[in-house]
């Protein structure tokens, strides 16, 4: 990209994909995953509560003739027999991916509310422009201090659905700079997917992942610090790296003797709150999807009170919000229709216990590096952190164990895959949800993005290495 491009406001920049549509992407994996039900083997493991029991896996029988695929009425896989999907179940699936996220999806929504409403008493504008003026406009320095604040919520607190309220935040930062909305989408995604896949002391994946393995929860921090560290750094010259290639520069026309009202101060006074508050809920409370929708709600009407905003003009801005987040939260709905698909068909179970065999039998440098590959693949079949670890810790812990691994290096085998493959996959309804939000195409963020996940993923490789030799 040239800078003349590069440095063109969010609202005149009007590019043309090859790609498809959003949503008719994730239609075409719905149906790539209706044709795996057909192809791959149906099985399934014992399980004692979600958890899968180890060296219980065994085959189903399965109906693999097209008869199956114009059943009228979804076919029912259960102990004795599985069945693949047919058009009428893959189509099914859709609403039931909508039902089963619908937390998620009315969180998503939620949040473009609130944020309407901010949008329209003009705080955040003034804010941020009050912001450049204290900076100078200097990316180089606001983008290192944001992503280092962004990346210690995820990695130490488990942050990442609540980012989707950052996104907005940062677009209208990026439109001042006249950067576009690539850079605000990635300053964001990058930092908490870093994170994500260091996970110092990140509750959501760790208090499940290591009590599977027999490991202390929260322990072995350290090595992931310095993980973290590493990572974050790497992440940051990429972004800044990418900012300096566009030859960019300070806009001229930047108002650096920007006033606060007083209204404005008290409406962004509340947001800062509201920000604590949320960060005490999540790691204090421990509120899921429906706790912060409702969060959110709240905030908006505390917002147009604080600004003096009429019920009619509060409520539209509300809506009009949320109309911005409608194709986020559609797209959640449809990536948990590609798990249902292959779950109803009992084909994930097959996928974890043949990737499960490949590592076996390696040296435990080998060994511990298929585990990330495993992982990674698992990825884009269950994008859910818990999911993941529910399904793949018991299988690969054992299998750890006798290859001379211990739990701790296969836990991080299971942060490093899990965090890797969310930086790409499209069957991931938050990162599509992070892009939907920050108005970027996916064609788009795979060609920013795939050099620094290739970067990470051959740098995770050697970690894995090091942390076999040290007897992590």
Known sequence: MNQQTETLPIKDVHVKSRMPHPIMMMLLIILVAAGLTYVLDSGEFQRSGHMVVPGTYKTLDKTRDLHSLFEP??????????????????????PNGLVKSASLVFMVMFIGGMFGVLRKTGALDAGIDRLLALTRGNVYALAPILMFAIACGSTFLGLISEYLVIIPMVLMLAERLRLRPLFATALVAIAAKIGYLASVTNPLALLVAQPLVQVPPLSGAGLRAAIFVLYLVIGIAYLLLHVKKTGYTIPADLDYGSKLSTRHVLVLAVLGASVAGLVLGTSRSHWGN????????????????????????????????????????????????????????RVLDTVIYQLASLVEGHSPSLAAQGMVAVEMVLDVLIPSTSGKAAISMPILGPIGHLAGISGQTVVL???????????????????????????????AWLRFILPLFCILTALSMVMMVVAVQIGY
Do not use: C, H, W
Request: charged letters at 15%; proline letters at 4%; hydrophobic letters at 55%.
């Open 73 to 94: 009425a979804p076919a029912k896989s259960d102990g004795g027999k599985a069945y693949p999907a047919s058009v009428v179940s893959a189509m099914v699936a859709i």
């Open 290 to 345: 429906p706790q912060l929708g409702a969060y959110y709600i709240f905030v908006g009407m505390l917002i147009a009170v604080i600004a003096r905003m009429s019920a009619r003009e509060a409520s539209e801005a509300f809506i009009e919000g949320m109309k911005g987040m409608m194709l986020g939260g559609l797209l959640i709905g449809l990536a948990k229709a590609v798990e249902i698909i292959l779950d109803e068909s």
């Open 413 to 443: 085998a299971f942060l490093f895959g899990n965090g890797l493959t969310n930086m790409v996959t499209p069957t991931s309804g938050m990162l599509l949800a992070y892009l939907a939000t920050g108005r970027v195409s996916f064609s």
